[in-house]
């Protein structure tokens, strides 16, 4: 557990048993740095994770206080839906065209900055493996992928503790396909699935075009994760696979704690379910230290993981991969009926780039980049966005989850805001059930400038304008 996920948990602890009582005062940061030994970005941190899941607000510049409703946190009840017909594909294209609109801001993207994505050193390497034939010879890019691109990656995995060799890797255009692959490698149409209730388009994409039922279950409101939810759909339906995103998720912004992933490898063996982890911000934690996949806790080989270089160094590197271990060879078949193989241009290009450590030097100063962009948005919004609305703010990646008054429609506010020629990512995108959809995914990767706060200023009073014709 990161320090602070530990520190946050015993602020919780303090408020739960009732040491600290709704209104009360935190300590400041810099007495809370005396106080528990961390650093001032440790105790941010923690201050920050607790604002956002309610437990905390911020006054000012006076400090950090105990949130009223924290008194009597609701009893959380365990909840299951079942979806036998999703239907989400058409809602997706419509709103991947409106994005490419000419001149849209992009807050709507689910993709990084392209300019901190830029990586001079690896456009270098690029044109000079474009300059040699060998780089256009597929042979040996051909899947399972460039043996050389397996070993780094595997190497990555054991340096983080777990078992991988390269043998267990398979390179693919984009995690997209490798979660794709994957869910089509174990399941039949008909087959049950399991997905969080927000979650990833593409997870509710890849069910509906392959026929699957989907069993959901909602987010924890404090841990992320459902844990109680996840055992009782396990117990109730003959779920084959699950797909999920733990770390850094997608469009939420959470990182389930190690306690609660190591329970789920416990109950994923208990079931003999499989799961297909969907794990592309790995890298964009602003600690640096990345969160341990399910791969690490899996002693059964039940887990697939899924990741890429789109968020790091572009959608437009095509590359990423699949921990597929056992399911390695039911994969590349799969793989070699449909795109046969990524790019061994870039394959070879990345060799080089990872293997002489540019990349880390690059992760460090992307995450620096969107911490900081993410902070700038996050205090705007604090200030800006009318009363009832709530902004879910965690630490790594580039987007702000927000939740609007009860009642507001995100996809009208989407709709108005496109006229303007601003993108907003809606909730329906990511939640298609009948379910409330008050909730915007920001992309908040942005240098703040005067474009940009006149239009999150017209967000802001969009949302205004909603919540007082639903009041009046
Ligand atoms: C959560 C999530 N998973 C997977 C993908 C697909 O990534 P890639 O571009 O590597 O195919 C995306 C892309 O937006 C994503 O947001």
Not at 105 to 126: D, H, I, T, V, W
Not at 158 to 184: F, K, R, W, Y
Not at 189 to 202: A, E, R, T
Not at 285 to 312: A, E, I, W
């Amino acid at each position: 557990m990161y320090k602070s996920e530990l520190l946050a948990q015993n602020i919780r602890q303090l408020i739960e048993n009732g040491s600290w009582q709704a209104h009360e005062k935190l300590p400041s940061l810099r007495e809370q740095t005396q106080l528990s030994g961390y650093s001032l970005i440790t105790v941010l941190n923690a201050y920050q994770e607790l604002e956002a899941q309610g437990l905390l607000y911020a006054k000012g510049k006076s400090g950090y206080y105990v949130a009223e409703r924290n008194k009597a946190l609701p009893a959380h009840v365990p909840e299951v839906n079942l979806n036998t017909a999703v239907q989400i594909n058409s809602a997706v294209f419509h709103y991947l065209k409106s994005m490419q609109t000419d001149g849209i801001l992009p807050f709507g993207s689910a993709f990084p900055n392209p300019e901190l994505l830029y990586n001079q050193k690896f456009m270098q390497l690029l044109a000079q493996h474009a300059k040699r034939k060998h780089s256009y010879l597929n042979n040996d890019n051909m899947p399972p992928g460039n043996l050389a691109l397996r070993k780094i990656i595997a190497n990555r995995y054991v340096l983080q503790g777990m078992q991988c060799t390269p043998d267990d890797i398979v390179i693919t255009s984009g995690a997209l396909e490798a979660l794709n692959l994957s869910l089509q490698a174990l399941t039949q149409p008909g087959d049950f699935i399991l997905l969080q209730q927000s979650v990833f388009y593409g997870a509710w994409q890849a069910a509906e075009r392959l026929g699957l039922q989907v069993i959901s279950i909602p987010e924890h409101p404090q841990l992320g994760f459902d844990i109680e939810s996840f055992e009782q759909a396990l117990k109730q339906y003959p779920i084959k696979v699950c797909w999920l995103m733990l770390n850094a998720q997608n469009p939420i912004g959470f990182t389930v704690s190690n306690a609660i992933k190591q329970r789920i490898a416990g109950l994923l063996h208990e079931y003999q379910v499989h799961l297909i982890e969907d794990d592309v911000y790995q890298e964009l934690n602003y600690g640096g230290q990345r969160p341990l996949p399910m791969t690490y806790f899996d002693q059964h080989r039940r887990v697939l993981h899924c990741s890429s270089f789109s968020k790091t160094l572009g959608m437009g590197t095509r590359i990423g991969w699949v921990h597929a271990g056992p399911f390695s060879d039911a994969i590349q078949h799969l793989q070699l009926m449909s795109t046969l193989s990524a790019s061994p241009l870039i394959q070879n290009a990345l060799v080089d780039f990872l293997s002489h450590h540019h990349y880390e030097k690059h992760l460090r100063h992307l995450r620096k980049q969107l911490e900081k962009h993410k902070k700038k948005f996050h205090q705007f919004l604090k200030q800006h966005l009318p009363a009832g609305s709530e902004i879910h703010y965690y630490s790594s990646g580039y987007f702000l989850w927000l939740k609007l008054p009860d009642q507001c429609d995100s996809f009208a506010v989407h709709q108005q805001m496109l006229a303007e020629k601003i993108g907003v990512a809606p909730s329906l995108l990511f939640r298609p059930e009948n379910i409330a959809q008050n909730f915007i995914r920001l992309n908040c990767s942005y240098e703040w400038n005067a474009d940009i706060e006149s239009a999150m200023l017209k967000l802001c009073a969009c949302i205004a304008v909603q919540r007082k014709s639903l009041t009046a």
